[in-house]
């Protein structure tokens, strides 16, 4: 298996711009996880989903920031519009089932200008 | 403050030597698990250690769990360069199927 796949791996856009990242949990797992990581508030999740039924968004930061997985294959995560302080590393991670273990993709890189 | 809480924030060591790290929580747990994180990639997960067990062993990794003290640690004995990452704990916290991540340790081995 590839692993988590992320796209992209980094992402440059100015302030007021849609951002869209995008993720591919690993095949047969249940669970999908979006975190952010930043230096100052460290690792954070914003939502997950079970069997692609978000369960739990309440790290999700504003309105500003929507999730959806329209399939077992396929995630993504929306920020419009984007603001400097949504400069971040943002992950997504699967496993199949709790509480074990996660598995991280690669990251998106995003800057904010 | 965060569920999981790692001690120290730093730790640099020579190759060789063995580096220990802890984590503290605060509320009941069923599972604890460690992570690491080299410079610009993703988590990997290193360890799970169950609330009823109190010490697991995988290669060079030791952890420990004390739930009446609700704190880890995690053992690295005979450090390499290529050991050199971030390392995080987390927690289920009886909160589902989400993890709690601490804040990390960065540990530097030197060569």
């Known amino acids: 298996d590839a692993g988590v796949i992320q796209s992209p791996r980094h992402e440059v856009t100015e302030m007021g711009q849609e951002v869209t990242l995008r993720c591919k949990p690993i095949?047969?797992?249940?669970?999908l996880f979006w975190y952010r990581q930043t230096m100052m508030r460290g690792l954070e999740l914003l939502i997950y989903f079970n069997n692609n039924v978000p369960i739990d968004d309440s790290g999700m930061p504003e309105d500003r920031f929507s999730a959806k997985m329209p399939n077992a294959s396929f995630s993504t995560l929306k920020i419009q519009p984007s603001e400097p302080r949504d400069s971040a590393v943002y992950f997504c991670?699967?496993?199949?089932?709790?509480?074990?273990?996660?598995?991280f993709g690669p990251g998106t890189r995003l800057t904010v200008t | 403050s965060q569920q999981g809480e790692e001690d120290p924030q730093a730790l640099s060591i020579q190759e060789g030597e063995n580096a220990t790290m802890n984590c503290s929580y605060k509320t009941s747990i069923n599972n604890l698990q460690w992570y690491r994180q080299n410079s610009g990639r993703g988590l990997v997960h290193l360890i799970l250690i169950r609330s009823n067990e109190r010490e697991k062993h995988s290669g060079r990794l030791r952890v420990t769990l004390d739930t009446s003290k609700k704190s880890s640690s995690l053992l690295i004995t005979a450090s390499r360069a290529a050991d050199t990452a971030s390392y995080f704990c987390?927690?289920?916290?009886?909160?589902?199927?989400?993890?709690?991540f601490g804040e990390g340790t960065q540990l530097t081995v030197n060569p």
């Open positions: 987390a927690t289920d916290s009886n909160r589902g199927s989400r993890l709690t």
């Open positions: 991670a699967s496993t199949y089932g709790p509480p074990y273990e996660q598995y």
């Open positions: 095949s047969g797992h249940d669970y």
